[in-house]
């Protein structure tokens, strides 16, 4: 009998659960067992099991986060590890293979976004039948139209852009909203085109900030005395820097974002005196329910892992190409990230509209 074993890695993001349920009620059709994997690549080198049975996944497609746990430090490949009472990076690769071998799973189904598929092609180049599944809010995967929890990100970020809407609207404010996105504005894209934004700022075009003076100056003296912009946490202005909260060592990513927002605001205010208020949305856009476009994603992906696995496909990640998954390889999938292009219909779109994106 086959056995596989799924874990989830990097950030959570809504739908996860719906994954894991869609790969064990599917694999249960086919009589091949399932274990999870507990907090990511953490758990495969620890060898941090349970077993994933139905009763196991009953109830949670419309959970957010993960019942596995996951974690975006821990890669295999750079453990850290304590060595007579000293801390040593050592690669731990080897105890991820054994552990697999120890449990009989052939397989690993890996749920996560460029960092942890960077780390599942590495073991599938060790021999390990490997499966990734595309996951970020950030919609960063180049070989997928769509990550599961995009949708459901873009969904909250558009709510809080229509509830700032009434504040900004009834106190003559600059509201901001700043939203996940690290190397691509996906979600500042969509949220902002759906949340009637003024102003976009995503880190694919570097803003000027007379752009954005303009843009609310402008709406100013036509009588709309509030604007609305929606900023990337990776958006930098022409020739200056992303905005660094701090590092955080021992991330696949050390690198913790934070503060564009909050540097605009200031300086609207100060340089200006447009009075600005800035609201951070965080990790609001990553928790909660998915939505049902995402929920049907996740069940999409975790049926189409299984079917790989049946059909002794490994190396790949499953991929959404129009309304059709497909099997893509895994090295295609990391190997670049998916950006918006300065093509993109909606952001061409967004600039018939009037929007005004920074350059
Ligand atoms: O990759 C998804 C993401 O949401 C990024 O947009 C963001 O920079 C990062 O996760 C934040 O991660 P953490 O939870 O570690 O702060």
Redesign the pocket.
Known sequence: MRKIAVLTG??D?PGLNAVIRSVVKSAHNYGIKVLGIKDGYHGAVEGDFMPLALKDVSGILPRGGTILGTT?RDNPFAYETEVNGKVQILDRSGDVIQNLKERDVDTLIAIG??GSLNIALKLENLGLNVIGIPK???N?LRATDQTFGFQTAVETATEALDRLHTTGESHHRVMILEV???YAGWIALYAGVAGGADVILIPEIPYKLDRVVQATQHRAKVGKIFSIIVVA??AKPLGGDIVIERL?SG?F?PI??GGIGAKIGNELEEQFGMETRVTVLG?L??GGSPNSYDRVLSSLYGVAAVNAVIEEEFGIMVALRGRNIVRVPLYEAVDKLKLVPLTDPLLIAARNLGIEMGN
């Open positions: 990097g950030g993001c975006n976004g460029d970020t809010i950030d960063d996940m996105g690290r946490e990776g955080v991330r990513d913790k974002l990790h856009q990553r």
